[in-house]
């Protein structure tokens, strides 16, 4: 044992001083690095972007209720030291002498909010600031339109329930105000400490109490784990940060996944290249191997000499790889801190030992196969060079590397299906190429007898060493295909962002636009040269029955017999609208839609289809619903999908008008002003004092900067992910080049011309580059296909240009790459090719 | 003579390769005998099957047929492991190509099989052995950064480092120029005297068989004991 470790240190010592081990070693370092890299990143940005989430609900976790909760429920989480904090909300008519307004009432304790800021201004529309006070006992923060509407200033007292509040300060901004067009009374912010002393809670008010909940993740599961069964499904609601399924939410979840995408190509490109660098290292001890065996070395001392230097070169290289790695990844932080703010003081555990594990089990697996052969070559070798290895089977190595790439790829992803997809498009490749390789064969066959030209010099080397060729346009093809998965991935995701949010998205809303005020608020959006999207006519409707079943849409009292079993209601009235134009983003699923109703037959309703599958309704049913003292009875016809990721109103229920015409309307509608115009449109909205303008603006930035930043990470990592890709192409070409050694040293010592040698050189890799990348190109359709449609839930589009652009790609670069190395070969001399063969 | 022991017996050798065309065999049915010490020479073209014998009794190889024993083993029913440790124990070699790992020293190269063997101090003996080659001011250099006489010397002093008791020698001088082929001949055959060993040497150099004992002809997988001065043979060819 001894004996091999210091002959292993002796081989690894020497080896690694003359440059030996360092496509090895390179292959190690990259794959810990990128491993590395990626996931320390991804997890410092996903805590960003987590962080960035909890703020909109103003906590990691929030439990809404109808009713106060038991006190030690509170006491409970804060026992287990996890921060809490408090608000009630209702609607609440506010007083100011003859003024009044019905406000978006919220009550605070000290504490909130956990996450996120309060934001407030000192001119009524201006931009926000944050503040660390809270109002105090006493003390009233309310909007700017609340402002307005009482008609009171900073110091003035506004009347709320049964007492005298002094407005503090004019509130701009809270975390957790909800976006919804129809919500959209001016805010007013309390403390909860005078909510008693109000009287607003009394009998039949509807009042919300939140409960925030913020600290270790583990620790607010396990109150949950422990709160859960108290908890009534009728009157409680609990809500973390991952059930978050706003555009935001879902953004960040999809991005989430392409880290975990790319992280995974990541690890197969090491692997790849650290097979193909293993089996190099393995070639070169062919003769190391049959002289220790010669000079008596059983085959256990072989082993064990072999297996202990690859155990050098494996630590050796994470070493390297997670030094590089961790300052990769800090230099990267450093660059995109103004844009991405993650935390770089936090050091992350997971990440460093996925990137160990990664290494160890690529270089233990993916060495076995070539140190297996390398094991195998008999000591007969000293005495005939061209005995090889006796242990050549390509279906063990495929075994033995797929099954390593799969295993990888599962303990990193704990997600079999993207795993499984991955994994099968890589099966797919390889088989093909393997079947492409046999053809060439053929191809090369039928051209090589002819003449020694370039083309037929290139076309007779890849026919000859079709085996060797196949390994190599295996490799080729992962690696481009890996680098078009992650490219149009990142592609098509960014665009579907950006989709999301055009230039002119609508930054006001406006509702309670009654009939008459329609036509003037038009003509006043043309004057003002102001862009306004369509005006959409709703009533506020209680849906009382399916067919003949009645529902419930109140909750039941406390107190209360729990009502009798049956359809659950929306809990509260339902905005109705009515059209027979089909709303943009909006795609009938089911059904037909109403356009060409025929009087007499009943009144067609089309239902948004998430809300459709909750309350159980089916195409033909008849639903009811109370506008006012009327009754209104339509029949479903048609069932919509509707993209909520438009920040445009839609509706569950959009009804023939028919079935309306005696309800006078509100409408609401939306338009976009630029940054530079803001200060237009208190003159623009002048003359419609009782029209409800909501400002959304606030919200776009948020969600246009997230969006930003999520792209510009993904972005980062396509680069890092290129980087890589690009080092193992590298790698590739210069084990190939070590092949060709013996074969440009004959044609250049009998005398064949540099230029023609390097001309049948490159043609040989442009063409293994042009096939490569076709072949990536459809692996890549393939896997897109699976990628898009099972798991990033996107429509799925053809990629035809990469059809064109990959194998011209593969070409040009495999080309280029094989011509840096074959010039370098060629610029020396035949006598120093000669010597550089032994 | 007849007192000194069989190093080397072989009975009804023979040696069959697979081909595309069936079974070939490339040893006819060899016998013969070296005694202790004794020096030999295996002459013939390129091709009559010289090296294939030379596999076959240092054990390198697998026999197809009859017997060879080493120093009384039964080479022929040892397995791969077992000849392994034989060589270790018995056997040096020297090559053509001169086979020394290129990523170890001089030195290095020297103590492996010393290394291999189990054998105390390689270090010390290696250093000794190195003076005997005269290359003592080079121990720290790699084969690459040796001349192609160096390299050789170094190999020979690889061969010896373990006293074996039989040395093979494939074309030891077939990739030297005639003043370091000299050299190395004269150092080989030194070397050789001083330690008694038994040698096996093939060649096509009639020159350097001439200085063995007794010379053997391959001539189509069949060996025969040359009578005759070798200038005769090599004039007939």
Same mark, same amino acid.
């Given at each position: 044992?001894?004996?091999?470790?210091?002959?292993? *240190?002796?081989?690894?010592?020497?080896?690694?001083?003359?440059?030996?081990?360092?496509?090895?070693?390179?292959?190690?370092? !990259?794959?810990?690095?990128?491993?590395?890299?990626?996931?320390?990143?991804?997890?410092?940005?996903?805590?960003?972007?987590?962080?960035?989430?909890?703020?909109?609900?103003?906590?990691?976790?929030?439990?809404?209720?109808?009713?106060?909760?038991?006190? %030690?429920?509170?006491?409970?989480?804060?026992?287990?030291?996890?921060?809490?904090?408090?608000?009630?909300?209702?609607?609440?008519?506010? @007083?100011?002498?003859?003024?009044?307004?019905?406000?978006?009432?919220?009550?605070?304790?000290?504490?909130?909010?956990?996450?996120?800021?309060?934001?407030?201004?000192?001119?009524?529309?201006?931009?926000?600031?944050?503040?660390?006070?809270? &109002?105090? &006992?006493?003390?009233?923060?309310?909007?700017?339109?609340? !402002?307005?509407?009482?008609?009171?200033?900073?110091?003035?007292?506004?009347?709320?329930?049964?007492?005298?509040?002094?407005?503090?300060?004019?509130?701009?901004?809270?975390?957790?105000?909800?976006?919804?067009?129809?919500?959209?009374?001016?805010?007013?912010?309390?403390? /909860?400490?005078?909510?008693?002393?109000?009287?607003?809670?009394?009998?039949?008010?509807?009042?919300?109490?939140?409960?925030?909940?913020?600290?270790?993740?583990?620790?607010?599961? /396990?109150?949950?784990?422990?709160?859960?069964?108290?908890?009534?499904?009728?009157?409680?609601?609990?809500?973390?940060?991952?059930?978050?399924?706003?555009?935001?939410?879902?953004?960040?979840?999809?991005?989430?996944? @392409?880290?975990?995408?790319?992280?995974?190509?990541?690890?197969?490109?090491?692997?790849?290249?650290?097979?193909?660098?293993?089996?190099?290292?393995?070639?070169?001890?062919?003769?190391?191997?049959?002289?220790?065996?010669?000079?008596?070395?059983?085959?256990?001392?072989?082993?064990?000499?072999?297996?202990?230097?690859?155990?050098?070169?494996?630590?050796?290289?994470?070493?390297?790889?997670?030094?590089?790695?961790?300052?990769?990844?800090?230099?990267?932080?450093?660059?995109?801190?103004?844009?991405?703010?993650?935390?770089?003081?936090?050091?992350?555990?997971? &990440?460093?030992?996925?990137?160990?594990?990664?290494?160890?089990?690529?270089?233990?697996?993916?060495?076995?196969?070539?140190?297996?052969?390398?094991?195998?070559?008999?000591?007969?070798?000293?005495?005939?060079?061209?005995?090889?290895?006796? !242990?050549?089977?390509?279906?063990?190595?495929?075994?033995?590397?797929?099954?390593?790439?799969?295993?990888?790829?599962?303990?990193?992803?704990?997600?079999?299906?993207?795993?499984?997809?991955?994994?099968?498009?890589?099966?797919?490749?390889?088989?093909?190429?393997?079947?492409?390789? +046999?053809?060439?064969?053929?191809?090369?066959?039928?051209?090589?007898?002819?003449?020694?030209?370039?083309?037929?010099?290139? *076309?007779?080397?890849?026919?000859?060493?079709?085996?060797?060729?196949?390994?190599?346009?295996? /490799?080729?093809?992962?690696?481009?295909?890996?680098?078009?998965?992650?490219?149009?991935?990142?592609?098509?995701?960014?665009?579907?962002?950006?989709?999301?949010?055009?230039?002119?998205?609508?930054?006001?809303?406006?509702?309670?636009?009654?009939?008459?005020?329609?036509?003037?608020?038009?003509?006043?959006? %043309?004057? @003002?040269?102001?862009?306004?999207?369509?005006?959409?006519?709703?009533?506020?409707?209680?849906?009382?029955?399916?067919?003949?079943?009645?529902?419930?849409?109140?909750?039941?009292?406390?107190?209360?017999?729990?009502?009798?079993?049956?359809?659950?209601?929306?809990?509260?009235?339902?905005?109705?609208?009515?059209?027979?134009?089909?709303?943009?983003?909006?795609?009938?699923?089911?059904?037909?839609?109403?356009?060409?109703?025929?009087?007499?037959?009943?009144?067609?309703?089309?239902?948004?289809?998430?809300?459709?599958?909750?309350?159980?309704?089916?195409?033909?049913?008849?639903?009811? @619903?109370?506008?006012?003292? %009327?009754?209104?009875?339509?029949?479903?016809?048609?069932?919509?999908?509707?993209?909520?990721?438009?920040?445009?109103?839609?509706?569950?229920?959009?009804?023939?008008?028919?079935?309306?015409?005696?309800?006078?309307?509100?409408?609401?509608?939306?338009?976009?002003?630029?940054?530079?115009?803001?200060?237009?449109?208190?003159?623009?909205?002048?003359? +419609?004092?009782?029209?409800?303008?909501?400002?959304?603006?606030?919200?776009?930035?948020?969600?246009?900067?997230?969006?930003?930043?999520?792209?510009?990470?993904?972005?980062?990592?396509?680069?890092?992910?290129?980087?890589?890709?690009?080092?193992?192409?590298?790698?590739?070409?210069?084990?190939?080049?070590?092949?060709?050694?013996?074969?440009?040293?004959?044609?250049?010592?009998?005398?064949?011309?540099?230029?023609?040698?390097?001309?049948?050189?490159?043609?040989?890799?442009?063409?293994?580059?042009?096939?490569?990348?076709?072949?990536?190109?459809?692996?890549?359709?393939?896997?897109? +296909?699976?990628?898009?449609?099972?798991?990033?839930?996107?429509?799925?589009?053809?990629?035809? %240009?990469?059809?064109?652009?990959?194998?011209?790609?593969?070409?040009?670069?495999?080309?280029?790459?094989?011509?840096?190395?074959?010039?370098?070969?060629?610029?020396?001399?035949?006598?120093?090719?000669?010597?550089?063969?032994? | 003579?007849?007192?000194?022991?069989?190093?080397?017996? #072989?009975?009804?050798? =023979?040696?069959?390769?697979?081909?595309?065309?069936?079974?070939?065999?490339?040893?006819?049915?060899?016998?013969?005998?070296?005694?202790?010490?004794?020096?030999?020479?295996?002459?013939?073209?390129?091709?009559?099957?010289?090296?294939?014998?030379?596999?076959?009794?240092?054990?390198?190889?697998?026999?197809?047929?009859?017997?060879?024993?080493?120093?009384?083993?039964?080479?022929?029913?040892?397995?791969?492991?077992?000849?392994?440790?034989?060589?270790?124990?018995?056997? $040096?070699?020297?090559?053509?190509?001169?086979?020394?790992?290129?990523?170890? #020293?001089?030195?290095?190269?020297?103590?492996?099989?010393?290394? =291999?063997? $189990?054998?105390?101090?390689?270090?010390?003996?290696?250093?000794?052995?190195?003076?005997?080659?005269?290359?003592?001011?080079?121990?720290?250099?790699?084969?690459?950064?040796?001349?192609?006489?160096?390299?050789?010397?170094?190999?020979?002093?690889?061969?010896?480092?373990?006293?074996?008791?039989?040395?093979?020698?494939?074309?030891? #001088?077939?990739?030297?120029?005639?003043?370091?082929?000299?050299?190395?001949?004269?150092?080989?055959?030194?070397?050789?005297?001083?330690?008694?060993?038994?040698?096996?040497?093939?060649?096509?150099?009639?020159?350097?068989?001439?200085?063995?004992?007794?010379?053997?002809?391959?001539?189509?997988?069949?060996?025969?004991?040359?009578?005759?001065?070798?200038?005769?043979?090599?004039?007939?060819?």
């Amino acid at each position: 044992m001894g004996m091999s470790f210091s002959l292993a *240190w002796r081989l690894f010592k020497h080896e690694a001083k003359r440059g030996e081990l360092t496509i090895i070693l390179l292959a190690i370092v !990259l794959s810990v690095t990128s491993v590395l890299a990626l996931s320390l990143f991804s997890e410092r940005l996903q805590q960003a972007l987590t962080d960035r989430s909890a703020e909109f609900i103003a906590a990691d976790s929030q439990l809404r209720s109808r009713n106060p909760v038991p006190d %030690e429920w509170i006491q409970e989480a804060k026992n287990r030291g996890i921060d809490t904090a408090f608000q009630l909300s209702t609607r609440s008519m506010v @007083f100011n002498q003859n003024n009044l307004a019905l406000s978006d009432l919220r009550a605070v304790n000290t504490e909130y909010p956990l996450k996120g800021t309060i934001k407030i201004t000192d001119t009524p529309f201006a931009t926000g600031y944050e503040t660390q006070n809270r &109002p105090q &006992p006493g003390e009233v923060w309310i909007d700017s339109r609340l !402002l307005q509407l009482l008609k009171v200033d900073i110091g003035d007292q506004v009347d709320v329930g049964d007492i005298k509040l002094t407005v503090a300060n004019i509130l701009s901004e809270i975390p957790d105000a909800g976006f919804s067009v129809f919500n959209t009374d001016p805010m007013l912010l309390m403390s /909860s400490d005078d909510i008693a002393a109000t009287n607003i809670t009394g009998p039949g008010s509807r009042v919300n109490y939140k409960y925030y909940f913020a600290g270790d993740r583990g620790e607010i599961e /396990s109150y949950y784990d422990w709160l859960r069964p108290q908890l009534d499904r009728e009157l409680h609601r609990w809500q973390s940060i991952e059930d978050d399924d706003s555009a935001i939410g879902r953004s960040v979840a999809r991005a989430e996944e @392409f880290f975990l995408l790319a992280s995974l190509l990541a690890i197969i490109l090491a692997a790849v290249s650290i097979a193909v660098a293993a089996q190099r290292f393995s070639q070169r001890h062919f003769d190391p191997v049959a002289i220790m065996k010669t000079l008596g070395a059983s085959k256990q001392m072989v082993r064990r000499i072999y297996l202990i230097q690859i155990c050098f070169i494996t630590v050796l290289g994470i070493v390297i790889g997670i030094i590089v790695g961790y300052l990769l990844q800090l230099g990267v932080v450093a660059l995109l801190a103004d844009a991405v703010p993650v935390a770089i003081d936090t050091w992350y555990w997971r &990440p460093v030992g996925i990137a160990v594990f990664t290494g160890i089990t690529c270089a233990l697996l993916f060495s076995l196969y070539p140190l297996l052969q390398l094991f195998s070559v008999p000591p007969l070798r000293v005495l005939r060079k061209d005995i090889d290895a006796t !242990l050549s089977s390509r279906a063990l190595q495929f075994v033995f590397s797929g099954s390593a790439v799969f295993i990888l790829m599962m303990f990193y992803s704990g997600d079999f299906q993207i795993s499984a997809i991955l994994f099968a498009s890589g099966a797919l490749l390889v088989a093909s190429l393997v079947g492409m390789t +046999y053809l060439l064969i053929l191809v090369g066959r039928k051209f090589g007898t002819s003449g020694i030209g370039a083309w037929t010099l290139a *076309w007779a080397r890849i026919r000859r060493r079709a085996m060797g060729n196949s390994v190599q346009l295996i /490799s080729f093809a992962i690696t481009i295909m890996l680098l078009l998965v992650v490219l149009v991935m990142r592609n098509d995701m960014v665009k579907q962002w950006r989709e999301q949010l055009p230039q002119g998205t609508p930054n006001y809303f406006l509702s309670n636009v009654s009939e008459t005020q329609k036509e003037g608020l038009v003509q006043r959006f %043309e004057e @003002f040269d102001v862009e306004y999207q369509d005006f959409y006519p709703v009533a506020r409707g209680r849906f009382v029955a399916v067919n003949d079943e009645n529902i419930r849409t109140e909750v039941s009292k406390e107190g209360d017999e729990p009502a009798r079993e049956g359809r659950r209601g929306l809990g509260r009235e339902a905005n109705l609208s009515w059209s027979t134009t089909l709303q943009k983003g909006n795609e009938i699923v089911e059904g037909q839609w109403h356009d060409d109703w025929q009087e007499g037959e009943p009144v067609p309703l089309s239902i948004e289809k998430e809300i459709a599958e909750r309350l159980e309704i089916n195409m033909g049913d008849q639903l009811t @619903f109370n506008v006012g003292s %009327e009754q209104i009875v339509a029949t479903v016809t048609s069932i919509r999908l509707v993209d909520w990721q438009t920040l445009q109103p839609n509706f569950f229920f959009v009804l023939h008008p028919k079935a309306m015409e005696n309800f006078t309307p509100t409408y609401i509608t939306s338009f976009h002003l630029k940054d530079s115009r803001k200060s237009e449109i208190s003159n623009l909205m002048a003359p +419609y004092a009782s029209v409800t303008l909501f400002d959304i603006d606030a919200r776009i930035d948020q969600l246009r900067e997230i969006i930003d930043q999520v792209s510009m990470a993904v972005e980062f990592i396509l680069v890092l992910v290129l980087v890589a890709g690009s080092l193992v192409l590298i790698a590739q070409v210069q084990a190939s080049m070590d092949e060709r050694l013996q074969e440009l040293a004959i044609l250049r010592t009998l005398g064949l011309r540099g230029s023609r040698i390097r001309f049948s050189v490159i043609n040989e890799f442009l063409i293994i580059g042009v096939v490569a990348g076709l072949m990536a190109a459809m692996a890549n359709e393939f896997s897109l +296909y699976l990628l898009q449609t099972q798991v990033f839930e996107m429509p799925f589009n053809w990629h035809l %240009e990469y059809w064109i652009i990959a194998p011209v790609a593969g070409a040009l670069v495999v080309g280029i790459l094989g011509a840096i190395g074959c010039w370098r070969l060629l610029s020396l001399n035949t006598s120093s090719l000669l010597r550089k063969m032994v | 003579m007849s007192t000194t022991p069989t190093m080397i017996e #072989t009975k009804s050798l =023979i040696k069959k390769v697979n081909t595309s065309e069936g079974s070939l065999q490339i040893l006819q049915p060899i016998s013969f005998e070296v005694k202790s010490g004794e020096t030999i020479a295996i002459i013939g073209a390129s091709g009559s099957g010289k090296s294939t014998l030379l596999g076959l009794l240092a054990g390198l190889d697998e026999v197809s047929g009859g017997h060879i024993f080493l120093d009384g083993e039964p080479l022929h029913e040892m397995d791969e492991e077992a000849r392994a440790r034989l060589r270790g124990e018995k056997v $040096g070699f020297i090559f053509q190509s001169f086979m020394l790992v290129q990523s170890l #020293t001089a030195l290095e190269n020297i103590m492996l099989p010393a290394e =291999i063997a $189990g054998m105390d101090n390689p270090k010390e003996r290696a250093q000794k052995i190195i003076q005997q080659v005269g290359l003592e001011h080079r121990a720290h250099h790699f084969p690459n950064q040796l001349s192609g006489g160096e390299q050789q010397r170094v190999a020979i002093a690889r061969a010896f480092i373990t006293q074996p008791k039989i040395l093979f020698a494939d074309e030891p #001088t077939g990739n030297l120029d005639s003043a370091n082929s000299q050299k190395v001949e004269d150092l080989l055959f030194k070397m050789n005297d001083e330690l008694q060993t038994t040698l096996v040497l093939v060649t096509h150099d009639n020159e350097l068989a001439k200085r063995c004992q007794r010379q053997l002809n391959m001539n189509a997988g069949t060996l025969t004991e040359v009578t005759q001065p070798l200038k005769v043979i090599a004039g007939g060819e």
